[in-house]
């Protein structure tokens, strides 16, 4: 059964830094790319940082410089490193996976955490 497990987040004021990590229970797939979203209230999920099974790594223009994705691929996670935290960074934070199993690829979510920037 495939699970995406998060951890990190919670309360920081602006200027400070969090980290978030993933680990993904993949089964029987292998992973393809991995990533994380976020989601403010009235808002859409969005793209925050990915990177693929090359290690090649995308960002929202907000992050660029602020953000660091990362992954472990012995261990299956994903880690986010976010310095320099605005409030506009405050949403709810989602890991994302792409599997694949043969030619078919999914996409799997965490349960999301809680990033609250605020003075």
């Known amino acids: 059964q495939v699970q995406l497990v998060e951890s990190g987040g919670g309360l920081v004021q602006p200027g400070g830094s969090l980290g978030l990590s993933c680990v993904v229970s993949r089964g029987k797939y292998s992973i393809e790319g991995m990533g994380w979203y976020r989601q403010a209230p009235g808002e859409q999920r969005e793209l925050v940082a990915d990177?693929?099974?090359?290690?090649?790594?995308t960002y929202k223009d907000s992050v660029k410089g602020r953000f660091a994705i990362s992954r472990d691929n012995a261990k299956n996670m994903v880690y986010l490193r976010m310095n320099s935290l605005r409030s506009e960074d405050t949403a709810v934070y989602y890991c994302?996976?792409?599997?694949?199993?043969?030619?078919?690829?999914?996409?799997?979510w965490g349960q999301g955490t809680q990033v609250t920037v605020s003075s």
């Open positions: 990177v693929n099974s090359d290690g090649i790594t």
């Open positions: 994302h996976a792409r599997l694949r199993w043969g030619k078919v690829d999914r996409d799997y």
